[in-house]
């Protein structure tokens, strides 16, 4: 046991349900992958000011050529088809620099994003020893070296210049307001209407190699995926977080909540919170 008079949560987005920040943040996921171009890659980092968004970095393990590639963005768990999510990546690629090459590595990860943009940082809301930092918008290196500074001014009693501005337990403007009712709506919705998803068709001996998603059973339904070595992986869909539907993430082999964002491997094992407990199985397999 550790005992302390404050302690920071800096864990993507605090664990379980402290300050409620899984309801006034949104899950935003980012696919990447690193290839080796046909010519030498810029060597420094940029942002594309179109749409959709790319971004590019060197690639060290790659060589004078290698490039990692960021962008399709995505809310977590809002489609399961991934695999254009990362095809996109390629043709950007390919089309920039007029080649015809495939990715060597792919991976994504996703993020929280605040209503109005801005981090939460401080004290978590009712607590005076809970320090909070979460909603980077995938700004951490920025926004993390902020959040040291306005944290470790707190803890020592020092005032901050931007504390205010960062305050973990602000609702923000009309316009934020407005935007967080929005996105609760959406989530009430998904909860409700689980996204319609797809179930496929027969039975989980009719799941081939790769293949992964619900299936109706006479117990209700469950989720399923085979693996390449042909063993069967299935899981009770439902987010033990708060109980949200879950979507079969193709491209990841992922199962991911649209609700808050916390993501599960095949056999349930929690990958990214809020959740804390992984999935249940299912009552049966037939």
Sequence with gaps: ????????LATLLPIGITGAYFART??????????RLPVEAPTGMA???DSPTHSTRPWPGGGPNGLIVVGSDHEVG??????????????WVNSTWNAAIEPEYRWSAHDYSTPDLLPYVGRSPGSRSIFVATGMHKWGLSNGTVAAGIINDLIAGRDHPAANLYDATRFGDTRAVAKLITDNLKVGKNFTLGHAQRILRGGLDHLEAGQGGLLKTGNGTIGGYRDQDANLHTIKPICTHLGCPLTWNTADTTWDCSCHGSRFDPDGEILDGPATTPLEAPTTDA
């Design 78 to 91: 809002s489609t399961n088809e991934t695999e254009a999510a990362y095809q996109s990546l390629v043709d």
């Design 47 to 49: 942002i594309s000011v």
């Design 26 to 35: 949104r899950p935003n996921q980012s696919h990447g992958i690193a290839v």
């Design 1 to 8: 046991m550790i005992t302390a008079y404050q302690a920071v």
